[in-house]
């Protein structure tokens, strides 16, 4: 069965450094996002991408984060600064159609750590 | 803002049915009742969805009453593999971001 896979599953960085999350999609999928779960807390969107755009973003989601879709296999989420506070657990996910009628798979995430 | 209500936690005996409830008394015309569900340590996994009839399908089947205000999550045959939080979810045919709340925690007892 096709998944979503990530790396690295865990990163540790240190405050003030950039990282890059990266994913691989589902392959004949179009839509892709990233979410966030800080440790004991809800998954929360972070955005949604499209033919190379972004769709949609959180409030989360300011000038420190970014996303792309290097090669058309990876997508990536970018933050050029961490903050203590972006530790968490990030998940990648994509779908086949655009809206909540068709399903989006996760991936296992990454555990990002920022000290 | 909530837009579905689940209990914070349930418990079901292993090898036994579980119903899993949701209240979404503000729910619109067009939108789908999802469920996903969150194994420890693991990404959220979709598990059902539907718009006005009752589903089925490998994992679960999804109730909806008739105004559709509430659904109700069966898993037929409970096992300890299931223990993990469920998310009752609703989604407009434009949205394309799940919004999770807190879900339900299901507890299986062996």
């Known amino acids: 069965e096709p998944e979503v896979t990530q790396t690295p599953s865990h990163q540790v960085t240190q405050m003030g450094q950039e990282v890059i999350l990266r994913c691989v999609p589902i392959?004949?999928?179009?839509?892709f996002y990233w979410y966030r779960q800080i440790l004991g807390q809800k998954v929360e969107f972070l955005v949604s991408f499209y033919n190379n755009e972004i769709s949609e973003k959180s409030e989360i989601f300011d000038d420190q984060f970014s996303v792309e879709r290097p090669d058309g296999s990876n997508f990536t989420l970018k933050i050029r600064s961490t903050k203590l506070e972006d530790s968490a657990m990030y998940f990648c996910?994509?779908?086949?159609?655009?809206?909540?009628?068709?399903?989006?798979?996760f991936g296992p995430g990454t555990r990002l750590t920022v000290t | 803002d909530a837009k579905t209500t689940q209990p914070n936690s349930m418990e079901s005996n292993e090898e036994e049915p579980v119903h899993l409830p949701c209240n979404h008394s503000?729910?619109?015309?067009?939108?789908?009742i999802h469920w996903y569900r969150q194994l420890p340590s693991q990404g959220p996994e979709y598990v059902i969805h539907?718009?006005?009839s009752n589903v089925n399908n490998r994992m679960a089947s999804l109730a909806i009453a008739e105004d559709r205000k509430s659904s109700t999550l069966i898993l037929h045959r409970a096992t300890l593999r299931d223990a993990a939080v469920y998310y009752c979810i609703l989604g407009g045919v434009g949205d394309d971001k799940i919004i999770f709340g807190k879900g339900t925690r299901l507890h299986i007892l062996p």
């Open positions: 539907g718009l006005t």
């Open positions: 996910a994509s779908s086949e159609g655009l809206g909540t009628d068709y399903e989006q798979y």
């Open positions: 503000t729910i619109s015309g067009t939108d789908y």
């Open positions: 392959s004949n999928h179009l839509y």
